[in-house]
Nanobody, 123 residues
């Protein structure tokens, strides 16, 4: 069974950090570009970041640029999202997704999705 599982979410104070993980099972993640998306309460899901299959290319949405870092360890079949300087507006459910089409910001391009991990930024 092909599956992506996110972990690492939780409650953090403004200015704090979290590292999210996206682990794949049932398939080899190094054949896929991986993206992170998020959905805040009452809002549409939006693209956050993506990384190419070998990790050579990364892209970020403007609202996280300089604060979030995407990386991957293909030996562990895992992609990470390091989130620093978190703000209350970063509160959302974060999803990872995999695509064989190369890096992109459109949800329709992604073939496999995880169930999400909740991030709450609050004092």
């Amino acid at each position: 069974q092909l599956k992506l599982v996110e972990s690492g979410g939780g409650l953090v104070q403004p200015g704090g950090s979290l590292r999210l993980s996206c682990a794949a099972s049932g398939f080899t993640l190094d054949n896929y570009a991986v993206g992170w998306f998020r959905q805040a309460p009452g809002k549409e899901r939006e693209w956050v970041s993506c990384i190419s299959s070998r990790g050579y290319t990364t892209y970020y949405a403007d609202f996280v640029k300089g604060r979030f870092t995407i990386s991957r360890d293909n030996a562990k079949n895992t992609v990470y999202l390091q989130m620093n300087s978190l703000k209350p507006e970063d509160t959302a459910i974060y999803y990872c997704a995999a695509t064989s089409l190369g890096v992109g910001a459109e949800m329709i391009e992604y073939e496999y999705w995880g169930q999400g991990t909740r991030v709450t930024v609050s004092s």
